[in-house]
T-cell receptor
Framework: KNEVEQSPQNLTAQEGEFITINCSYS?????LHWLQQHPGGGIVSLFM???GKKKHGRLIATINIQEKHSSLHITASHPRDSAVYIC????????????FGTGTRLTIIP | GAGVSQSPRYKVAKRGQDVALRCDPI?????LFWYQQALGQGPEFLTY????????KSGLPSDRFFAERPEGSVSTLKIQRTQQEDSAVYLC?????????????????FGAGTRLSVL
């Protein structure tokens, strides 16, 4: 079993729909990251959070430390949101290395 | 440049050949990471530097893989006697780690990657 599990693996939705991507992890962590990867490889960090909720534009990320679960939400989805969204965890403060989920491929249809 | 730069972007190697992949982190970033991403998978950790010190190399898959960062800035990932299973995208990332006020700045900034194909 992977330390970081994401669901769904693939998600197709109509433009304007509210999107939720889930991430569960099985180990203690010091922080959780949400990243976006577009075709061609470029990875961009969206959020880093260790508790509560963060919002940036139409993106919202939440984390529940007790339940070892995080969600990434996209409101009013747009075709340009189509990408792979990856959840990654950092295990402890001393070592910054990340353990990644396999990603969720999101396709928004106009 | 302002971002993490990796070269080459694409590398085709014959099985058994040695390759060297270069990473130029963002200027001033203390931490540097190498990740390997197989097709359709999430990245997997290879190794991690703080300045010139290699603090964690637990992800290197075999002793054919070697990484260095001799002056605490540019890093090179070397793969000796490449095998077909080494074919992947190799990603480099850097982070500031701490700002002047002592606040943790652990956001990792990624390069575009080097796509290695071993034939």
């Amino acid at each position: 079993k992977n330390e970081v599990e994401q669901s769904p693996q693939n998600l197709t939705a109509q433009e304007g729909e509210f999107i939720t991507i889930n991430c569960s992890y099985s180990v203690g962590i010091s922080a959780l990251h949400w990243l976006q990867q577009h075709p061609g490889g470029g990875i961009v960090s969206l959020f880093m959070l260790s508790s509560g909720k963060k919002k940036h534009g139409r993106l919202i990320a939440t984390i529940n430390i007790q339940e070892k679960h995080s969600s990434l939400h996209i409101t009013a989805s747009h075709p340009r949101d189509s990408a792979v969204y990856i959840c990654a965890v950092r295990h402890n403060f001393g070592n910054e290395k990340l353990t990644f989920g396999t990603g969720t491929r999101l396709t928004i249809i106009p | 440049g302002a971002g993490v730069s990796q070269s080459p972007r694409y590398k085709v190697a014959k099985r058994g050949q040695d390759v060297a992949l270069r990473c130029d982190p963002i200027s001033g970033h203390v931490s540097l990471f190498w990740y390997q991403q197989a097709l359709g998978q999430g990245p997997e950790f290879l190794t991690y530097f703080q300045n010139e010190a290699q603090l964690d190399k637990s992800g290197l898959p075999s002793d054919r893989f070697f990484a260095e960062r001799p002056e605490g800035s540019v890093s090179t990932l070397k793969i000796q006697r490449t095998q077909q299973e080494d074919s992947a995208v190799y990603l480099c990332a850097s982070s500031l780690r701490w700002d002047r006020g002592g606040t943790a700045k652990n956001i990792q900034y990624f390069g575009a990657g080097t796509r290695l194909s071993v034939l």
